[in-house]
């Protein structure tokens, strides 16, 4: 299975400010999922980043208040912009290798904003 | 659209005793079903899947898992608890005949084992 590793695992921030997450695979992999966990919740799919084509968001997110790059098939980054107290929650990178989708995540970035 | 219901928010459960974590689906085609495990401050731990034949599916840990059809059930058992079974659980499904839909997720149900 993948390791995949997400920086920053957590972090206190500002009203206003922004924050870039990255998530790093051991492996190649072609899609790769962004998912926000919000407090005692479920977690659900900001967006689908695939190498070499734009993020595909869902429902309810937007590219200006969530940033995705996807520069190559081992990393990726996402972007909280403008963050209000709302957007304080875990941030889970994950990416499917068995094609059938058996998801691997990582250890997730927990945001706290104040 | 898919979907999935985990109708328990808390299981409790004493330790040694059998476990079950419900989940039903829906889907328009036929699902692809997973569960997951969440350790506290941890990620997403995958613990088995169905993806087709056997409808009993063994995983980690000691977990089993049996697809109903015409239930549209995908409960999660395991034998004997252990306190280190404490822990989140989450069902979620894929609808294998939609493309690459991404996966959908339960929302949990708190799963507490006690000594």
């Known amino acids: ?114 | 659209a898919q979907s999935v219901a985990q109708p328990e928010d808390q299981v409790n459960v004493a330790e040694g005793n059998p476990l079950t974590v419900k989940c039903t689906y829906s889907v328009s085609g036929n699902p692809y079903l997973f569960w997951y495990v969440q350790y506290p401050n941890r990620g997403l731990q995958f613990l088995l899947k169905y993806i087709t034949g056997d409808n009993l599916v063994k995983g980690s840990y000691g977990f089993e898992a049996e697809f109903n059809k015409s239930q549209t059930s995908f409960h999660l058992k395991k034998p004997s608890a252990l306190v280190s079974d404490s822990a989140l659980y989450f069902c979620a499904v894929r609808d294998y005949n939609s493309g690459n839909t991404p996966l959908v997720f339960g929302k949990g149900t708190r799963l507490s084992v006690i000594a």
């Open chain 1, 1 to 114: 299975s993948a390791v995949i590793s997400q920086k920053p695992s957590r972090d206190i921030c500002q009203r206003g400010t922004s924050l870039t997450i990255q998530c790093q695979v051991d492996s190649q992999v072609t899609m790769m999922f962004w998912y926000r966990q919000q407090p005692g919740q479920s977690l659900t799919l900001i967006a689908t980043a695939n190498q070499g084509s734009e993020a595909t968001y869902e429902s309810g997110f937007v590219i200006d208040k969530f940033p995705i790059s996807r520069p190559n098939l081992t990393f990726s980054t996402l972007t909280v912009s403008n963050m209000s107290p709302e957007d304080s929650s875990i941030y889970l990178c994950s990416v499917d290798q068995g094609g059938v989708g058996e998801l691997f995540f990582g250890e997730g970035s927990r945001l706290t904003v104040l």
